[in-house]
Every structure is written in structure tokens, then in C-alpha cells.
């Protein structure tokens, strides 16, 4: 098989959790990375990683994302995860999530398929299915998810989507994912204006800049949210995270600048 068309940061952060995935002191051991991207793009993703850098800022994301979804999903009594763009994600089946949890993945479907064929044989913990749909298009998430019974209260999952939408698609998507009657939480990370010029965002959006892709950046998240129809619950700094997961905090250090904490943030939102 060959590894469907993906964007480079996507194939960079699974081949760095398939880098440390025997390694039980690493932040995230992700066992199935390997097998969705191969050798060829375990390689392709390192060799990005050697002359980008920046990828132990992916493996926390990433580490912060793990532990808010398990909490979130333990405290809210959460039946149904929705992670629209899913892409290269593993996490139902190396989390360890309720078996009565449904686990909906939305994605392209060449995205989806490579999925399915590259992880046969393996359970993921919890009910998992995959919905196609082109998250770009209005109403995609509506559209997808339809014919689809979820059961209880719902947590929608973004993680490194939203970067990639122009304003006015984010918000036909926060419209999409509102008008989902059991969404009460959302978990999704937020970048500020300045992000696609920073170096982090030239690492992350590299290729998209030469298509001249044109991304949202939000500088008031409360307000945006609160336009949107949620309220932030908590929001975390990615610059902010150092040390052992579970000593980070939303508070930053004080040699970390207001610009840098606001580049991007892990944010978790409640309807109101």
C-alpha cells in the first residue's frame, strides 16, 4: 500500500510517536504510528523533524490533547467522541478508553480507508467508525454524522484542524459542529493571528504558504467563543508546558511573553 497524499506535519507528528514508541519514559507511545505511516514515512517524517526541529512542541500537544480527552470523557460522563480531521490520530486504540464509548472519525476518504486497511487486525478500546466528508464544505460534520446513533453527551475533538480553514470556513464549522444537539464540549487548539509567521508556523504550514492558503487566526478566544455559542473552560499556553504532565498548568512561566503564550493554545470550550 501506499501512504494516502497527507501534509507533511501530519506524517512529521506520526513518525514522532513512532519514533518513541517502545520508549515508556517518552511523552505519547503510540505502538500503531508505524503502522499507518511505514518505514518510508517514518523516515520522511524524521528527516523533516532534523531540519524543522520543534517537534517535542507537537509531542506535548499532543501528550495535553491525550489527557484532556480521558479526563474530559471520565468527568462529563461523555458516550460519543467526534474528531472531525482526524487524519493520522490512533488514540482509539492507544487510549484507554470505556468500551461503551463511540469513537466517530471524520475525515477524506482515501484518509479513512489507508486507516482501516493499515490497522486491520486490531481492536480499537471503544466503538470506532469512520464517517467520510470534506470538512472544508458547509455543514460537512452535520452531513457526516447524520445516519449515525451517538449516545449521551458528546466531546468534540480538534486537534490541528482549524489552522488549516480560512475565517470564514471556521466559522460555517463552529456553526456545523453548534448545531449538533449533544456537542456540550469542544477540545481544540487555537492559534493567534501570528502564528503562520512564526517559526513554529513556518514549520507547520511550510507548504501551505507557497499555495498561498489563507488561515484564520483568532485573537480574542472568549470572544470568539462566546460568538460561537461556548465558554472557555480552560486554556492552555503550548509554550507554557514544560516539565512532567501533570505539572502543567494554564499559567506560564514569567519569562514566556504574552505573544508567545497566545501563538497556541489548547483550549477546552463548554456550550452555554
Known sequence: MVVPPVMKTALWAAALRARSANDPQSLVADPFAIRLIGEDGLAEGLAYEQKHGAGIH????TRLFDDLILRII??????????????????????????????????????LNWKAQALAGHDPACKL?????????????QEA?????????CLIVMENLLHYLDGLQTQNFFQDIRS???????????????????TLGKVMFGELEKAGSQRAGIADIAAFAGHAGYRVLQSFPLFALRGAPDSWKETAPWYVSRAKQDLLRIV???RT
Open 129 to 141: 467508525i469512520r464517517a467520510p466528508a470534506d470538512l472544508t464544505k458547509p455543514h460537512a460534520v
Open 145 to 153: 454524522v447524520k445516519d449515525i446513533p451517538t449516545e449521551g453527551k
Open 58 to 61: 507537537m509531542l506535548r500537544r
Open 268 to 270: 477546552v470550550l463548554e
Open 74 to 111: 471520565g468527568e462529563r460522563s461523555v458516550g460519543t467522541v467526534l474528531y472531525p480531521g482526524s487524519g493520522l490520530d490512533t488514540r482509539p486504540y492507544r487510549l484507554a478508553l470505556p468500551a461503551s464509548l463511540t469513537w466517530i472519525e471524520i475525515d477524506f476518504p482515501n484518509v
Open 180 to 198: 449538533f444537539g449533544s456537542a456540550n464540549m469542544v477540545l481544540v487548539d487555537i492559534g493567534s493571528p501570528a502564528l503562520p509567521t512564526s
